[in-house]
T-cell receptor, first 113, second 111 residues
């Protein structure tokens, strides 16, 4: 499968725990995006990488969120001290050009109990 | 504050009907408007619009942008049950890689 791959697909965690999600973009795609989507809402931008550089980060992203893309390939998104409000679908997308050419992964659904 | 507003939020039609979905926006430094279809998980790209008045068409779907009035419409003719999905509108801003999405329109097509 050469699409964008996200792992895990589902995660249930207790409030206060740390979680980490992984995104493997399409090979050769230098741009990688993270979005968050809650029920009944459109996706909300979290952060953007070009190769290994994190070039843009949403003001909505609190200090509990951190993302990395070592070596410009896969990316991880970590949430520390999870809260119930973090429950959402976390979507990753990658592209070679602009966002119109981006492909989304299937997402990781996080439930914080 | 940048915002994208879609209407209606929900729509139920019968197969064969024609539907029009609306998207209005207020964003700084507009660059383009994009439409996506989201069935279960990942949104899939439909159209990108950058110029006013030029219709983009793909099969039974078409879309047009009005940059003066700051809105776009997505038309679906002869709807099929497979068109049932959430349709998302998003705006791309110059100088940013961020897309601002609307809440989406949930379309249900009944047989």
């Amino acid at each position: 499968d050469t699409g964008v791959s996200q792992d895990p697909r589902h995660k249930i965690t207790k409030r206060g725990q740390n979680v980490t999600f992984r995104c493997d973009p399409i090979s050769e795609h230098n741009r990688l995006y993270w979005y968050r989507q809650t029920l009944g809402q459109g996706p909300e931008f979290l952060t953007y990488f070009q190769n290994e550089a994190q070039l843009e980060k949403s003001r909505l992203l609190s200090d509990r969120f951190s993302a990395e893309r070592p070596k410009g390939s896969f990316s991880t998104l970590e949430i520390q001290r999870t809260e119930q409000g973090d429950s959402a679908m976390y979507l990753c997308a990658s592209s070679l050009g602009g966002f119109a050419e981006a492909f989304f992964g299937q997402g990781t659904r996080l439930t914080v109990v | 504050e940048d915002k994208v507003v879609q209407s209606p939020l929900s729509l139920v039609v019968h197969e064969g009907d024609t539907v029009t979905l609306n998207c209005s926006y207020e964003v700084t430094n507009f660059r383009s408007l994009l439409w996506y279809k989201q069935e279960k998980k990942a949104p899939t790209f439909l159209f990108m619009l950058t110029s006013s008045g030029i219709e983009k068409k793909s099969g039974r779907l078409s879309s047009i942008l009005d940059k003066k009035e700051l809105f776009s419409i997505l038309n679906i003719t002869a709807t099929q049950t497979g068109d049932s999905a959430v349709y998302l509108c998003a705006v791309e801003q110059g100088g940013s890689e961020k897309l601002v999405f609307g809440k989406g329109t949930k379309l249900t097509v009944n047989p």
